[in-house]
Every structure is written in C-alpha cells, then in structure tokens.
C-alpha cells in the first residue's frame, strides 16, 4: 500500500505540470487583460498602465510568463491579486477556503446519510411505494438544475416561510463559540441542501443498482442457506461490496463538490472559492482564477488517491503492492 501510495503521489507531478499548463494556457486564451474592458481614468497617463504591465509580467512572451509563473507556484507562491490591491492570492484563498470546505462537507454529508439508507431500503423492498417514490425523487433531482432548485429554496424557506437566511455565512460579526457554531450551520442548510441535490439522486440510484446486484450474487445466496440472519447478510456481505462504486462517485466528489459550489455560492452570495473565482472570472483577475483552478484541479486528484486507498479497507481482497 505505501509503495502504491508513493507512486500516485510522483504520478502527481507530471499530472501537475499538464494541468498547469492547460490552466495557464485557457488564461491567456482569454481576450485582453485586467486593464482592457474598463472604462479607465482619462486623467491619468497611459504610460502609468502600460508600467503596471511591465511590473506585472504582461508585457513578456507567453513561454517566459508560464516559466515565472510556474516557478513561483512550485515555491508556494501565488503573487498579488490583480483587483484587491496590494492582498496576496494566499491571503485571499485562505480567507474563504474553510467556507467553502464547510459547505462541502455539509453536503456530502447530507448525501451520504441520505442515500445510502434509501438506497438500501428501495433495493431489500423493490417496486414498494418507498422506492417508486426514491426514483422519482431521483430523477427529479438529476434534473432540476442547482441554481433553480436554489432559487426556489430561498422564496419558500427563506422569504416566505423565514426558517433560513439566504445569504451569508454567518449571523454577524464578533460571534464566537457555540453561537458561532450555530449561525454557521444555520446559514449552511439551504446552500448544502442546494448543492447536494444532485449527489444525493445519484447515490441513492447507485446504491440501490449495486445492491441489487449483489443480493443476487451466488456468495449472498449460500450465506442465506447456511441460516444466516438477513441482518448479517445485508451489513456484512452485501454492504460492503456495494459500497465500492459510492466510494468511486465520492473520489471525484472530493473536488467536484468544491467546483460545484460555484454556482451555488453565487446563488446564496456564499462568501467562498466560487464567488471569488467568479468576480475574479469578470475582473480579470487572472492570478486569482489560475491558483483557484490549480487547487480544485489539485482536490480531485487528491479525491481519486483516497478513493483507492478506502477501496483496500472496504474490500480486503483489493491489494496494490
């Protein structure tokens, strides 16, 4: 395990290198730069513009611009926001990075205990009213969009009903403690519910399919004339095998929740990644977008790392060494 371990970690690098180039690469491919596409002062010199080019590295070749902006990253060094003057990239980053993780983990948590009993229940009980209910929940949440399943959310709960704030992270400034704790959780249920609609659909299909599948399997079947109860059937031979595919959806889930929350923490005015990489998106702000890219990009191959390693713990048989 520690040998397969290793060898994924130095696959990282070459991976690393592709994905910053193509981040680089989709940057510069982008029109213009932070100072075309605003209406500038016209008191002041174009020459002053023109300066802050130079100091900022936009005035050289593409190849020469990825060198130094590579080199700066591989020291942890993301440079200085474009719009927040004079803030550094880390600085920004690490401002609304537990907001976002918060939300992530809120709604993977909401998925999974979710799920994972449902989907459980509509494969022991088939075409019962739980599970024609579970599939059309199902579908509906494939195909409701996240933004309008938002929307809806905060009119009913939020503005009619007023059970729910609609924006923010937190109640005020100052707040610590327990109260702390509360108003983040508070603000956290309509955005978490938002964002794990879609994982929670797709999971509970998965989890009833597998399931299924596997309490037809020939190795459920001689547990069950060997006189085993239906308890132990299910937690101890089924469940496990079962598991595998969610553990797969959760690897990707690692960094597709964090991508995802873009969309969502713009609906809510979610102070985290997504709302900054999106004024940063309309700003221009290309350190900012490139860094953020390179983290989520950077999540997910941390996710499919785990994933393989939770593959040995569930399933005994899976070995790597």
Same mark, same amino acid.
């Given at each position: ?42 008191? #002041? ?43 550094? #990239? ?19 948590? +909401? ?6 009993? !449902? ?10 009213? +739980? ?27 939020? !503005? ?9 992270? !937190? ?40 399931? +299924?599948? #596997? ?78 890219? +390179? ?13 393989? !390693? ?12």
């Amino acid at each position: 395990m520690y040998q397969y371990i290793i060898r994924r970690i130095l696959i990282f690098i070459p991976m690393l290198l592709a994905l910053s180039i193509i981040v680089f690469a989709l940057a510069k491919a982008a029109p213009g730069d932070p100072f075309t596409g605003k209406i500038l002062d016209p008191n #002041v010199n174009p020459e002053v513009f023109e300066q802050q080019r130079e100091a900022l590295g936009l005035n050289k070749s593409v190849p020469e611009q990825y060198v130094n902006w590579a080199s700066r990253f591989a020291k942890g060094e993301f440079g200085e926001s474009i719009t927040y003057k004079g803030r550094s #990239v880390q600085s920004l980053i690490s401002e609304r990075l537990g907001n976002t993780v918060r939300l992530g983990v809120f709604a993977l948590f +909401l998925t999974l205990i979710v799920s994972i009993p !449902i989907g459980i229940y509509s494969a022991r009980k088939p075409y019962s009213p +739980l599970d024609y209910a579970a599939t059309t929940f199902g579908f509906m949440g494939l195909a409701i969009p996240n933004f309008f399943f938002g929307l809806v959310a905060i009119y009913f709960f939020s !503005i009619k009903l007023g059970w729910f704030p609609s924006q923010g992270s !937190i109640g005020g400034p100052g707040m610590e403690g327990f109260s702390e704790f509360m108003s983040r959780l508070h603000h956290l249920v309509l955005p978490g519910i938002t964002l794990g609609l879609a994982g929670t659909a797709t999971y509970m299909r998965y989890m009833r399919s597998e399931m +299924l599948d #596997v309490l037809d399997s020939d190795y459920v079947r001689t547990a069950r004339a060997k006189g085993m109860s239906e308890r132990n059937v299910l937690y101890k031979h089924t469940l496990r095998n079962a598991l595998i595919p969610i553990i797969t959806l959760m690897g990707f889930e690692f960094g597709t929740l964090l991508g995802g929350a873009i969309i969502t923490e713009q609906v809510f005015n979610y102070p985290g990644l997504g709302t900054l990489f999106i004024s940063s998106v309309i700003n221009k702000d290309y350190p900012v977008v490139m860094a953020i890219s +390179l983290f989520l990009g950077v999540a997910i191959l941390i996710g499919n790392l785990l994933a393989d !390693i939770f593959y040995s713990i569930v399933d005994p048989r899976i070995r790597y060494d």
